[in-house]
């Protein structure tokens, strides 16, 4: 009784596996999977075929803005084409001048946080300034304080959205200002503290 022949893979087959697994271990060049395929034997038309697209004319301009790591899907190639183009293009030199723009761009994001710490400092610097000069002045007379509040209002007078902040001190549209800073800004515009009397009957109380 003749035993059954074993079956074994043949020599193409082989070869295909072994350039699979020698291309997933490092990626090749298309030269060098050529080059281990000619050596193997295996046929050209049982390889991998190979992307022989010329590099594109904004190749260098792409790396350069977007990176290498995207290009293969942007331009819906293989990672080793891409690094033929970048072999093509002087790859040292596109990464230098990629280098560059991102040092570029991460000294104006600084400096940009810079510009927003300073005036965030400045900002509060300016409050504890308010709120020290706030608890170093009198309390003014209420009466006047709510007159010089209306005649800020009225649109001779600026037509100012004036309202107390509910601290002691108020609101002129965005700026906020002490009690004293309030009378101060509607005498410099005419207002007259010792005439309160007719302003607050004309003026209606804001609470």
Known sequence: MTEPALAFPDAAEIAISALDKLSRLRALTDQESADLARLLGVPEDETEEVDRRPIPPDFEAMYIELGPKVLPEHYSASNRTVRRWSEEAGRSRLRAERAAV???????????????????????????????LSASEPAPDPDILRAAAHYLRIPQNGGHRVSPSGEGDWFIGAVRVTAQDLIRRATVRGFDPGDVRPALRQAPETR
């Not at 994001?109 to 504890?128: D, F, P, S, V």
């Open 102 to 132: 991102l040092a570029a761009i991460w000294e104006v994001k600084r400096e940009r946080a810079c510009k927003t710490a300073k005036k965030r400092a400045n900002i509060a610097m300016a409050e504890r300034r308010r709120r020290a």
